[in-house]
């Protein structure tokens, strides 16, 4: 991507890109630290009826590319012990995907 400058590294920009973009999926409300178990996801996706899915985004900044991997790990850690899921679970989701993405310079991995 040829508009990004790989100098900005703060985990806030790849956040608002992020969300910026999950903002046109239609039928999805996205919301941005909301508070969910006992603590904020980064970015949490919900279809309107609990009958859909419900989808939590967890972002890392890695200070190397080799860092990738372990940040998406830690991601998904941050995920399960803040408990980020029982929120939805109390509001009827079932259908809940985690994902931990992180970021180097232009690079990402998602897992």
Do not use: W
């Not at 806030?12 to 178990?37: D, P, Q, R, T, W």
């Not at 989808?55 to 590319?65: F, Q, R, S």
């Amino acid at each position: 991507m040829e508009t990004i400058s790989f100098y900005v590294y703060q985990e806030s920009y790849y956040h608002g890109f992020l969300a910026g973009m999950l903002k046109n999926i239609e039928n999805y409300m996205v919301l941005s630290n909301h508070e969910s178990g006992n603590g904020r996801p980064d970015i949490l996706l919900k279809y309107p009826s609990v009958r859909g899915k419900a989808v939590i985004i967890e972002i890392k900044v890695a200070h190397t590319y080799q860092e990738l991997d372990s940040k998406c790990d830690e991601a998904l850690r941050q995920v399960e012990d803040q408990k980020y899921e029982e929120a939805l679970k109390q509001e009827g989701y079932t259908d809940i995907l985690k994902y931990g993405i992180a970021f180097y310079r232009k690079e990402c991995m998602v897992k």
